[in-house]
Every structure is written in C-alpha cells, then in structure tokens.
C-alpha cells in the first residue's frame, strides 16, 4: 500500500507545474485524500483536499484561484495543478489519504520538491 508523489521541480514565479499522486495496494473509494506542503522552517500546511469516491474538494485560502485538485479513479490518480505560482509556494509536497470516518491521514507519500523562482 502506497502513495507516490512526482512532479515537483524548479519554475519561475508565475508558470505552473502539476504534482500527481499514484495509489496503490487497496481500494481507495472511501478515502480523502490530501495535499500538504513544507517548507524549510515552517509546519506542514494541508494546501487542498478531495474524496476519492466523489463530491467537493477543498483549497486553502492561500491556493485558492491558483491551484486546482482532481482525481483520475481510473488511473488512480490524484492531481495538483499549480498554476500562477508564486515564490512562497516553495516547500515539498506531500500527498496524503486518511478513511473518511478517520480524523487523522495514515498513509503518506515521500514528498516532491517545488521549488519558485522568483
């Protein structure tokens, strides 16, 4: 069972980038799954989420208007499209999946690098 993260690289301010989150090893139907970011010497931030098995999705307030999340279920796929980036959306991403009845993600994926240039 895991989640693999990819995507990440280095952009100047203001070009866009797509992360991906491939699932595997069970059904993810009944899960959330999230994106989260890190950057150097702050607290992991939840940036966006979404339910597997269908319904709204939810971006930070820091994201909002510039990033979009959807999933693929046939490819078991969760996207971030990051457009109109922005130098403090540096950090590495992490995706994350948690049951919907649970209130704490346990599964994470290993982190991809953006790094924006500005």
């Known amino acids: 069972v895991q989640l693999q993260a990819s995507g990440g690289g280095l952009v100047q301010a203001g070009g866009s980038l797509r992360l991906s989150c491939v699932a595997s090893?069970?059904?993810?139907?009944?899960?959330?799954m999230g994106w989260f970011r890190q950057a150097p010497g702050k607290e992991r931030e939840f940036v966006a989420g979404?339910?597997?098995?269908?319904?709204?999705?939810y971006l930070a307030d820091s994201v909002k208007g510039r990033f979009t999340i959807s999933r693929d279920n046939a490819k078991n796929t969760v996207y971030l499209q990051m457009n109109s980036l922005k130098s403090d959306d540096t950090a590495v991403y992490y995706c994350?999946?948690?049951?919907?009845?649970?209130?704490?993600?346990?599964?994470w994926g290993q982190g991809t690098q953006v790094t924006v240039s500005s």
């Open positions: 994350a999946a948690r049951v919907l009845t649970g209130s704490s993600y346990d599964l």
């Open positions: 090893g069970r059904t993810f139907i009944n899960y959330y």
């Open positions: 979404i339910r597997w098995g269908g319904g709204g999705t």
